[in-house]
C-alpha cells in the first residue's frame, strides 16, 4: 500500500480548497491528485475525509501541514457517479462473500470514516433494493398487433407466476388465510393447464373436421362435374 507523505497530503488539501474557490466538485479535486500522484480517484476521496476526521482531533498535525479546517468543514459529499457505485456495490458484495457484515465492509472501505461508512451503507442498501425489484419483475413481449391466443395465455401465466411468487413469500408466516389461498392458486393452475390440453386437442380436432370437409365439398364438385361430362356425351 503507498504511504502518504505530509508534501502528498499538503497537496491534496491544496488542491481540494482550490475547487471550493472555483466552486467545483470535490471530485474534480480528487481526480486530479489521483492523476499527479498515480492513485485512483477513489482512493484519494476515502483518505480526504479520513484524514479531516483525524486533523480535527490532532491540532499538532494540523499546524505542522498548515491546514486550515475552517476550509474543509464536510458539509456535503459529492454524488456518486454510475461507474463509482456499480464499483462500491462491487467492493461491497466482495466482502460480504468473504464473511463481513455489510456494515463492516463499509467501515472498511471507508477507512474508518463513520459518516462515509453509513453514506456506503445506505447506497448499498438502495442498489441491493433496486436490483431486487427488478428481479421480480416479470418482462412481457411488446406487441404491435392484435393479442393472440398464445398472447393472451403468456400475460395470464406471467400473472399467475407474479402471484405465486407473492404468495409463497407471505405463506412462511404460516398464515392459515394465505396457506388455503396458495393451495386454492395451485388447484387453479393443474385445472388451467388441463383446459390449456383440452383447448389444443379441439384445435386440432377442429384442424381435422375442416380438412374433412374442405375434402368432401371437392368431391362432390368432381362428382358434379363427371356427371355433367357424362350427360353431355349422351
Known amino acids: 500500500?503507498?504511504?502518504?507523505?505530509?508534501?502528498?497530503?499538503?497537496?491534496?488539501?491544496?488542491?481540494?480548497?482550490?475547487?471550493k474557490k472555483q466552486q467545483?466538485?470535490?471530485?474534480?479535486?480528487?481526480?486530479i491528485h489521483?492523476?499527479?500522484?498515480?492513485?485512483?480517484?477513489?482512493s484519494v476521496r476515502n483518505y480526504y475525509y479520513h484524514e479531516v476526521d483525524n486533523l480535527s482531533t490532532d491540532s499538532a498535525r494540523t499546524k505542522l501541514l498548515g491546514v486550515d479546517l475552517?476550509?474543509?468543514?464536510?458539509?456535503?459529499?459529492?454524488a456518486f457517479e454510475k461507474e463509482?457505485?456499480?464499483?462500491?456495490?462491487?467492493?461491497?458484495?466482495?466482502?460480504?462473500?468473504?464473511?463481513?457484515?455489510?456494515?463492516?465492509?463499509?467501515?472498511?472501505?471507508s477507512g474508518g470514516d463513520l459518516n462515509l461508512m453509513t453514506r456506503y451503507q445506505n447506497?448499498?442498501?438502495?442498489?441491493?433494493?433496486?436490483i431486487q425489484h427488478k428481479d421480480n419483475i416479470i418482462?412481457?413481449?411488446?406487441?404491435?398487433?392484435?393479442?393472440?391466443?398464445?398472447?393472451?395465455?403468456?400475460?395470464?401465466?406471467g400473472l399467475v407466476r407474479l402471484i405465486k411468487r407473492s404468495a409463497l413469500e407471505e405463506v412462511n408466516s404460516k398464515?392459515?388465510?394465505?396457506?388455503?389461498?396458495?393451495?386454492?392458486?395451485?388447484?387453479?393452475?393443474?385445472?388451467?393447464?388441463?383446459?390449456?390440453?383440452?383447448?389444443?386437442?379441439?384445435?386440432?380436432?377442429?384442424?381435422?373436421?375442416?380438412?374433412r370437409l374442405e375434402k368432401s365439398k371437392k368431391e362432390v364438385l368432381f362428382s358434379k362435374i363427371a356427371k355433367n361430362l357424362k350427360t353431355d356425351l349422351i
Not at 93 to 108: F, H, I, P
Not at 123 to 130: D, F, G, I, P
Not at 196 to 210: A, G, H
Open 1 to 19: 500500500m503507498k504511504i502518504w507523505g505530509n508534501e502528498e497530503v499538503k497537496a491534496l488539501f491544496f488542491e481540494v480548497e482550490q475547487c
Open 24 to 31: 467545483k466538485a470535490l471530485k474534480n479535486a480528487f481526480i
Open 34 to 42: 489521483a492523476k499527479k500522484f498515480n492513485r485512483k480517484p477513489n
Open 70 to 78: 475552517k476550509e474543509h468543514q464536510k458539509s456535503h459529499f459529492d
Open 84 to 109: 463509482s457505485e456499480e464499483e462500491l456495490f462491487e467492493k461491497i458484495e466482495n466482502l460480504v462473500k468473504n464473511g463481513k457484515s455489510v456494515r463492516c465492509a463499509c467501515l472498511t472501505l
Open 123 to 130: 447506497k448499498y442498501q438502495n442498489m441491493k433494493r433496486k
Open 139 to 157: 418482462p412481457f413481449r411488446k406487441s404491435t398487433h392484435t393479442l393472440s391466443d398464445a398472447d393472451i395465455n403468456s400475460l395470464f401465466m
Open 175 to 211: 398464515n392459515p388465510v394465505l396457506e388455503k389461498a396458495f393451495l386454492d392458486l395451485s388447484k387453479k393452475d393443474k385445472e388451467l393447464a388441463a383446459l390449456k390440453s383440452e383447448f389444443e386437442n379441439l384445435k386440432k380436432q377442429n384442424m381435422i373436421l375442416m380438412q
